[in-house]
């Protein structure tokens, strides 16, 4: 992956984000086709590859989004960054299920640790921002993972396309 090519992910998980996350909402709906036109346009404008942290809620959209994609943008690539191996096991069987199909269909996978530690999820959102030039996100202004994300991208200049603006 080539910095200069990659964009990367951030946003929060379903209880943070419109309707609790409740994806059959219109706001939902909406933000799923923000996330859509925001990857287009990035490619259009020579993004390839896209990396999720793979966290439920925002970064499973925008990974699911990038797979649905595939058929249509050649040369698009999804990137999934894991903090630790084990991560899609500490989720809700429904959501490890779906997270492991996502692993199964990304062109990378990247496990930032072997087994869980206290600060790997912001390792893991260093590591996207240090092999990026944009972040696709959604981000109100509140603290937590996303804010420090958001935050870490605005210090190290990537270009910001934040969804939040638009819903």
């Known amino acids: 992956m080539n910095p200069e090519t990659t964009c990367c992910f951030t946003g ?9 996350g409740n994806e059959s909402s219109p706001e939902i709906l909406e933000l799923k086709s923000k ?3 925001a ?5 259009e404008e020579g993004f390839r590859f896209f990396i999720s942290g793979m966290a439920e809620g925002f970064d499973i959209f925008a990974a699911e989004t990038v797979l649905e994609l595939k058929n249509s943008l050649p040369g698009i690539c999804l990137a ?3 903090p630790y191996s084990g991560a899609p096991e ?9 997270i492991k199909k996502i692993l199964s269909k990304a062109d990378f ?15 893991r959102n260093r590591y996207m921002v240090e092999n990026s030039t944009r972040i696709i996100g959604f981000y109100n202004g509140f ?14 200049n ?3 396309v934040n969804l939040y603006e638009s819903i």
């Open 109 to 123: 996978v990247i496990s930032l640790s072997e087994n869980y530690v206290p600060g790997c999820e912001h390792s």
């Open 143 to 156: 603290s937590g993972g996303t804010a420090h994300c958001w935050n870490l991208a605005l210090k190290n």
């Open 90 to 98: 500490a989720h809700r069987k429904i959501v490890s299920d779906r």
């Open 158 to 160: 990537l270009e910001t």
């Open 12 to 20: 929060p998980r379903p209880k943070k984000l419109p309707m609790n």
């Open 80 to 82: 999934a960054a894991l």
């Open 39 to 43: 990857v287009i346009d990035s490619y």
């Open 35 to 37: 996330i859509r036109l």
